[in-house]
């Protein structure tokens, strides 16, 4: 696609419930990064994926936090259990090969755990 | 460890003032530098990289070693200029750190 896409763009949830997010990257770039937007913290770095392997997982949060990345493609971040303090922006940003140049971001889901 | 401060979370200026977003960071190696803006309801764009030495929408920003710095200047500043200013660094590992930001507002 032109851009890096991300669905939904907001997501109420109720607190104890799953979600999923999803993220489909520019086309060709094989590396895909997710990040936490939260207010007064910045972006925070939860994991990476260059193809379908995730070299970098560093900084998911707790075993709550899972993501996938399939035929080196859409990723989905899935939070299981929902707590408030999930309640974030989660950027998704793809570039062509590892590191900085080319790096694009999506416009985020906005997630509101209630 | 590798660290991106920016220790301002609000700038604001009067337009036509001059402006300058500090940012410093920790790197024990030879990192690549760059700044990221957010305007309003819209996604992160580059503004610009250290390596390129480019001027983008009147910033420039130089990359301080001695000083471990890569501060965002910009001579005048417009109303359209305010938004929200990320610091970010690549180094060794996959991924960017970004400082938590500055917000810029500059004032008519």
């Known amino acids: 696609g032109a851009g890096v896409s991300q669905s939904p763009s907001n997501k109420v949830t109720e607190k104890g419930k799953d979600v999923e997010l999803r993220c489909d990257p520019i086309?060709?770039?094989?590396?895909l990064y997710w990040y936490r937007q939260s207010l007064g913290q910045g972006l925070e770095f939860l994991i990476y994926?260059?193809?379908?392997?995730?070299?970098?997982k560093s900084g998911l949060p707790s075993d709550r936090f899972s993501a996938e990345r399939t035929g080196g493609s859409v990723s989905t971040l899935t939070i299981q259990r929902t707590q408030q303090e999930d309640s974030a922006v989660y950027l998704c940003?793809?570039?062509?090969?590892?590191?900085?140049?080319?790096?694009?971001f999506g416009s985020g889901t906005r997630l509101t755990v209630v | 460890a590798q660290r991106v401060t920016q220790p301002e979370k609000l700038l604001s200026v009067f337009k036509g003032a001059p402006v300058e977003l500090k940012c410093n960071y920790s790197?024990?190696?030879?990192?690549?530098l760059f700044w990221y803006v957010q305007y309003s309801r819209q996604r992160l764009q580059l503004l610009l990289r250290h390596i390129s030495r480019e001027s983008i929408k009147g910033f420039t920003a130089d990359l301080n070693k001695g000083e471990t710095s890569f501060h965002l200047k910009k001579p005048f500043a417009q109303e359209e200029d305010s938004a929200m200013y990320y610091c970010?660094?690549?180094?060794?590992?996959?991924?960017?750190?970004f400082g938590k930001g500055t917000r810029l507002l500059v004032k008519p």
């Open positions: 940003a793809s570039s062509p090969t590892r590191g900085g140049y080319g790096y694009t």
């Open positions: 994926f260059q193809g379908n392997s995730a070299p970098d």
């Open positions: 790197y024990s190696g030879s990192p690549e």
């Open positions: 086309s060709g770039h094989t590396a």
């Open positions: 970010a660094l690549s180094g060794q590992g996959f991924s960017f750190i």
